[in-house]
């Protein structure tokens, strides 16, 4: 089953704390081999005062610059991986650098009735 890991973090401090991933830890952190659970794709996001919302509401559209909500902690990148069990992904997830100075939402991917 396929899980998306949100990892969410304060932006101001995400690359400012002592125990702040390098980029190089987290690209190395995608490349471990598990039988339990693998890596499928994965990004870290731009700022998100570059964030663009959209809002369509019958005929009209609203856009606004920034992001959807004020919030303490930012979506700041995602793992996608394939796991046998919640379990796994969960235990993927525990390792994700980026967890040490934010936190990692684990929400499986819902299939589309097509």
Do not use: W
């Amino acid at each position: 089953m396929k899980y998306l890991c949100l990892v969410y973090a304060d932006e101001a401090e995400l690359h400012n704390l002592p125990e702040s991933p390098e980029d190089s830890e987290c690209f190395a952190y995608t490349q471990r081999t598990d039988a339990a659970a693998s890596f499928l794709a994965g990004e870290a996001l731009q700022s998100v005062e570059t964030a663009t919302t959209i809002r369509p509401r019958g005929d009209k559209v609203t856009i606004t610059d920034g992001p959807f909500a004020e919030t303490k902690e930012q979506l700041v990148g995602f793992y996608m991986i394939e796991a046998s069990n919640l379990d796994a992904a969960i235990d993927y997830a525990k390792g994700i650098p980026a967890a040490r100075v934010g936190c990692i939402e684990v929400r499986p991917v819902r299939q589309l009735d097509v």
